[in-house]
């Protein structure tokens, strides 16, 4: 799922990921790929499996607040969406 970086701290990428929100889907995975040139970032989402989605419930799509731990700092890196 495609995401845009909101800011770096430290060793932790603040992400937003545009999805099917609440109550219904949510992000599943967040994957890390980290070379000395860049950094890959893979953000899964899908159906939340404890939601009560249903006749009558209303998804939305929504934004995503997500976290990605790093080994290092971004730095000068790049960074990648790993989004199929």
């Known amino acids: 799922m495609p995401f845009k970086l909101v800011g770096t701290e430290g060793r932790t990428l603040r992400l937003e ?13 967040v994957a890390v790929e980290e070379t000395p040139k860049t950094v890959t970032v893979t953000v899964t989402t899908g159906p939340d ?3 009560k989605c249903g006749p009558g419930v209303v998804a939305m799509i929504g934004r995503i607040p997500v976290q990605a731990k790093l080994r290092d700092p971004l730095g000068n890196r790049t960074l990648i969406d790993g989004a199929p």
């Open 17 to 29: 990921v545009q999805a099917g929100g609440a109550p219904c889907d949510g992000v599943r995975k």
């Open 49 to 51: 499996p404890e939601a």
